[in-house]
């Protein structure tokens, strides 16, 4: 049996262009500063729940339980966004999965309102730079990759 070759870009195709480049070196930053603040965002919320609770004006939480599985997520969440933190062009899907996870935190928080807001606006304030940040260094990066 046959089978077709594998067709892959040059080594040198994927080098990115300087705009490219630096828009990809800002979505690491601002990746893996949304990845520390979640980890400690949710280290405190499991520790110290009743606390965060009460710094926010949010209603007591009966059993514990529930909000410290919420801030476990997150963490087990934010583990997910590494691969795009190291290498968003090559991994690619995960960087999106990752602008996308930001933006389901704004809608979901946005939907339930009131002083849950604050969540959403947490998402936000890290999801629109990368999605920004991700649409410049894509861009760059395909007509870098059609130019050659």
Known sequence: MTSAPEVSRPQSALRPSRVSATAVRWFKIVMWLGIAANIVCAV??????????????????????????????????????????????????????????????VAFFAIVGGKYLVFGLFDFSFGLPQAILWLVASRSAQNNFEGR
């Open 44 to 105: 405190i919320s499991i520790g110290w729940t009743d606390t965060v609770l009460n710094l926010l004006h949010l209603e007591p939480a009966h059993p514990l339980v529930w909000p410290r599985f919420a801030a476990f997520l997150l963490i087990l969440l934010s583990i997910f966004y590494i691969p795009s933190a190291i290498d968003p062009l090559r991994h690619r899907y995960s960087a999106i999965v990752a602008i996308l996870c930001r933006f389901a935190g």
